[in-house]
């Protein structure tokens, strides 16, 4: 649920997050009740067509892909060990099929947009003392601290291999323990700002 979002005018754009989160839900647990290899393969073409719809261009969809083509070929190939060619290919089409379609959604909605949808809909747990506000600024300043946690990781690396120490684990892992809990103690005084410690 990274902020992916790219701006668009399309069908998918304007609809809320709630009816697109409905048909991944729709779409992943059909896909885990048919067990015939066309049905990732249909639910794999069928998403390429939505992100033509969206208005994205099919290399969005390969980039998607792209960072997990090793995953994919690790499947495969122990997929085709255990049980055979046909249950590989069936199980890495519809991991495909499923990021892709997650993408999409995730390409087509504004994480702000997705977070206040995710508030609204665990209302109905207030009374066991879920508060859904709580829950909804956790999701918000986790989709920030991921890709700031990743450019930490970054700088210190580069820093450390300026200085020819890229191979020490230790000389790499204390700067970005040392930041990262810098960075928690200011999520819990934005937390207490805010006065969610009531």
């Known amino acids: 649920m990274l902020d992916l979002y790219t701006p668009g005018k399309s069908i998918f754009h304007r609809t809320s997050p709630g009816p697109k989160f409905l048909l991944l839900l729709i779409a992943g647990t059909t896909l ?56 590989a290919a069936f199980v890495v089409l519809r991991l495909a099929a ?21 508030t609204r809909s665990l209302r109905f747990l207030r009374p066991i003392g879920v508060n859904p506000d709580k829950v909804g600024l956790a999701i918000s300043l ?4 991921i890709p ?8 210190v690396r580069e820093a450390q291999k300026a200085r020819g120490l890229e191979r020490s684990v230790l000389a790499v892992a204390m700067p970005v323990a040392i930041r990262t809990i810098k960075m928690a103690d200011d999520i819990s005084d934005a937390i207490d700002s805010r006065g969610y410690r009531s």
């Open 98 to 118: 499923l990021l892709l379609l997650a993408s999409l959604v995730t390409l087509t909605t504004r994480s702000s947009d997705m977070i206040d949808t995710i």
């Open 148 to 155: 700031v946690l990743s450019n930490i990781t970054t700088e």
């Open 32 to 87: 885990f009740f048919v067990d015939a290899v066309w049905a990732p393969l249909l639910a794999l073409c069928a998403t390429l067509v939505l992100y033509r719809v969206a208005g994205l261009p099919q290399r969005k969809a390969l980039e998607q892909l792209r960072p997990v083509l090793w995953l994919f070929l690790f499947f495969f190939v122990l997929q085709w060990w255990l049980s055979g060619p046909y249950l």
């Open 142 to 145: 986790a989709l920030r601290f």
